[in-house]
């Protein structure tokens, strides 16, 4: 019996509306190694989307693949709950001793559920329990996932209206930049803090993301993070940072609130901790917050195996030996920025500086509709990228950590060459 593969049709009559991504990328994806992915017709991409920043180390990135081919071959516990395995202790082992004691970080670790949503909002139920206050505070252009305390602690007005009902509890600030360095850092939000007429309510806590990913690439600075973490400090607020995209490497660091020397109170965790894309995520917290009780936020695949496997691989291959993978990605952030730069003078009158740190860019134009057709455009000519910002008007870079740095030429050059096409 010859097997007869599916049309691509069955995916819009038979999936759900809200899909998204395969709708800029039209192709039924077969195959994927490294930097590249590879249609079912023989077409090849060169990756600068990275699984939305969960494939930092490269699709089906070897050594990882060895791991964890071997630990399936040995029947390795698949799905453990929050049970104790030697695969959890393995991944806690490399953990600690290739991250937290190298940084000089106190943090326990907890499993939430597997994705990026769930710890934060595992990390806004703690700071709630831990403080007896409800009111979180956010900034503008934020993204920090879509189940309902997630979005409510999340800018973007498309998405907020997805939950279908109030979003309460979560107060927006102006994030850094936000006011074009017309008043001071933080000038409205201590003088709402110190007012007992302002109609706030004494935040439990405040969320930050570094580099505003989804929100168009928007790169805090370092003093203002700073900042940040001295008036959490003063007015007791627990500091969260929301490393889901950021973190594991993408900016440089580990962390991507290493360079500015601020050490928060929680962290989120997720997409690339697992190194393979495999479901996982944690939430980080000082251990002085660890007031739990048994089973008091639990979720079903809280332990999944595989991916302590594979993320205590990654570990162990890209940063036991110190800094060489934060090198290596920043030098290769400085190509990017280079490349940028030079689209950036062609399209003068149409383009912003680009922003960005480390292996994260993006390039923003004044036409709101030529990201997504410059996008659309990469897509025809061989390349992966994404869109970011309110209104998608900027072209998102976020290649593998792995990338080589020809396969990252390459690949901007077409971003060049689409840019120029559809100016």
Request: negative net charge.
């Amino acid at each position: 019996m010859t097997a007869t593969r599916p049309g691509p049709d069955i995916f819009e009559t038979l999936e759900s509306e809200v899909r998204s991504y395969c709708r800029g990328w039209p192709a039924v994806f077969d195959r994927a190694q490294g930097s590249r992915m590879y249609d079912e017709d023989g077409h090849t991409y060169l990756d600068f989307f990275a699984g939305a920043g969960s494939l930092n180390y490269g699709h089906n990135n070897p050594l990882l693949k060895r791991a964890l081919i071997d630990y399936i071959e040995r029947d390795g516990v698949t799905h453990g709950l929050d049970m104790s395995t030697t695969a959890k202790r393995t991944f806690l082992e490399s953990f600690r001793n290739t991250v937290l004691r190298p940084r000089g970080l106190p943090y326990k670790v907890m499993f939430p559920g597997p994705t990026g949503t769930n710890a934060v909002e595992a990390a806004l139920k703690l700071a709630r329990k831990v403080k007896g206050r409800e009111s979180v505070v956010s900034f503008t252009n934020a993204f920090h996932g879509m189940s309902l305390g997630s979005l409510a602690v999340t800018g973007n007005a498309f998405k907020r209206a997805g939950a279908g009902i109030p979003l309460v509890h979560g107060t927006p600030m102006p994030f850094d930049g936000y006011l074009d360095g017309r008043s001071p850092d933080f000038l409205w939000f201590e003088r709402l803090l110190d007012d007992s007429g302002s109609g706030l309510d004494r935040p439990a806590a405040v969320i930050v993301e570094t580099v505003q990913g989804e929100g168009g690439v928007n790169v805090a600075r370092g003093e203002w993070l700073r900042g940040l973490e001295d008036l959490c400090r003063r007015h007791d607020m627990l500091l969260i940072v929301d490393d889901v995209q950021m973190g594991c490497g993408r900016t440089g660091g580990f962390f991507s609130f290493e360079e500015a020397g601020i050490v928060p109170d929680v962290v989120t965790v997720s997409k690339s901790i697992s190194g393979y894309g495999l479901p996982f995520a944690l939430t980080l917290f000082r251990p002085e917050l660890d007031i739990w009780e048994p089973g008091e936020h639990n979720g079903t695949f809280r332990g999944n195996n595989p991916a302590f496997v594979t993320g205590a691989a990654a570990l162990d291959a890209y940063w036991a030996d110190g800094q060489a993978m934060e090198k290596q990605t920043l030098a290769l952030g400085d190509r990017v920025e280079e490349a940028l730069r030079a689209i950036r003078s062609e399209h003068f009158e149409d383009t912003e500086d680009p922003r960005g740190r480390g292996l994260i860019w993006g390039l923003e134009f004044h036409a709101r509709d030529r990201a997504t057709r410059t996008a659309r455009r990469a897509f025809e000519l061989g390349l992966l990228i994404e869109t970011s910002g309110p209104e998608s008007e900027v072209v998102k870079i976020l290649p593998p950590l792995t990338i080589t740095r020809e396969e990252l030429d390459e690949g901007l050059g077409i971003l060049a060459r689409a840019a120029r096409e559809t100016a």
